[in-house]
């Protein structure tokens, strides 16, 4: 099987989806009820898409092709107030978060769709297990091999975004000590972690070629890589996000990935090396295991500092881009909270430490993301 042609996308365009959990509003644990939800939200005019996920407790809504950060805003809080409006008709809780902090793998069902009860037939319990809940953004490339450069270039940017947007520190019911413990879930799939190191289109066609002559990859979708090229779309894909707990951090992640892009193709200030991901694996634990406290080890220098130390770093190198691009307000927010070593699994370990239950948290995460607070 031969990979798709690299299709034609604007540069710099972004594509933002989330999948989100389905609760119950008697208990808050997970409930079954994509299905349900989906049909009454067949009906509503919303921008982008609705649509199912691996199990019936998770939908995905993605936006449209959006140009910039105000776009992706609008778009994911009409999403956001369309879908509140109908979960509230059909008792049901929606929220962000990378994993539900207590439910039961074992308890979950399949949607009944064939490439999902394919996944099921060939991963076994680990289609269940990934009820878990990520934040992806799509990024236009002016080319393929632009998109290459621009998906090594943005794999230095991982442990950033794992940081910014961890949410996901409860699974089964216990604290796992992580920031990002959805991650843990991904891992497991066999095709997941870093893609292979090619700076050429035709040299990827060569990689694909060799893997799909082992029978074991299909399409691109096969491949649970942090970061993958999607030719059909014309795009680069990020994929290592939890979901956050508002529409609004959601949006500013996204700018921020936006202005890193625009930085790196425009200034074009690395000399990529295989030898970069000599620390990638290590940095991305770190990341997943401590959020901002985490230790960053530079690819090029090998200085150390912390991943808030080099976040910072980086919004003084995009600064600029992210004024062009009209994003600079938002970003500036969220550099506010990494100087405050604030984000989302912070928000929920300090209400859980401080008392309230895990149903209770879930009902509060449920009420934050319906509610449509700020980030």
Not at 64 to 88: F, P, Q
Request: hydrophobic content about 40%; some cysteine.
């Amino acid at each position: 099987m031969s990979l798709e042609n690299f299709a034609s996308s604007r540069a710099l365009s972004l594509g933002v989806e989330l999948e989100l959990q389905l609760v119950s509003t008697h208990d808050y644990d997970l409930v079954s009820s994509a299905e349900d939800l989906l049909r009454v939200m067949a009906s509503k005019d919303v921008p982008g898409e609705v649509k199912p996920e691996m199990t019936c407790s998770m939908i995905e809504v993605s936006t449209g092709i959006c140009n910039d950060y105000a776009s992706v805003a609008a778009e994911l809080e009409a999403l956001r107030a369309a879908l509140t409006d109908a979960a509230r008709k059909l008792n049901i809780g929606i929220c962000g978060g990378g994993t539900h902090a207590f439910q039961d793998w074992s308890e979950r069902r399949i949607f009944d769709k064939p490439r999902f009860h394919y996944l099921s037939d060939l991963y076994g319990y680990l289609a269940k297990q990934f009820t878990v809940f990520g934040q992806h953004v799509h990024i236009g490339c002016p080319g393929p091999d632009a998109a290459l450069y621009l998906l090594h270039g943005m794999s230095r940017y991982i442990p950033h975004l794992i940081a910014l947007s961890a949410s996901s520190p409860y699974v089964q019911g216990k604290d796992t000590g992580f920031q990002s413990a959805r991650l843990n879930s991904v891992f497991a799939f066999p095709l997941s972690g870093r893609a292979p190191f090619v700076e050429t289109w035709q040299d990827f066609e060569a990689y694909f070629r060799k893997m799909s002559d082992t029978g074991v990859v299909q399409s691109m979708k096969d491949f649970y890589w942090d970061i993958r090229p999607k030719p059909e779309y014309g795009t680069i894909e990020v994929r290592v996000m939890d979901t956050p707990l508002t529409v609004g951090r959601a949006a500013a992640i996204a700018a921020y990935i936006q202005s890193i892009a625009r930085y790196l193709m425009i200034e074009r200030p690395i000399r990529l090396a295989e030898d970069d991901y000599l620390v990638y694996t290590f940095n991305r634990f770190q990341a997943c295991r401590f959020g901002f406290a985490g230790t960053y080890v530079h690819p090029e220098t090998h200085e150390h500092c912390t991943i808030a130390e080099e976040i910072e770093a980086s919004f003084a190198r995009i600064e600029q881009h992210a004024i062009e691009l009209g994003c600079d307000g938002a970003l500036g927010e969220l550099l506010r909270q990494v100087r405050e070593g604030r984000n989302d699994a912070a928000w929920l370990r300090e209400r859980h430490t401080g008392g309230e239950s895990l149903p209770e948290l879930v009902m509060n995460q449920c009420a934050r993301w319906m509610g449509g607070e700020a980030m």
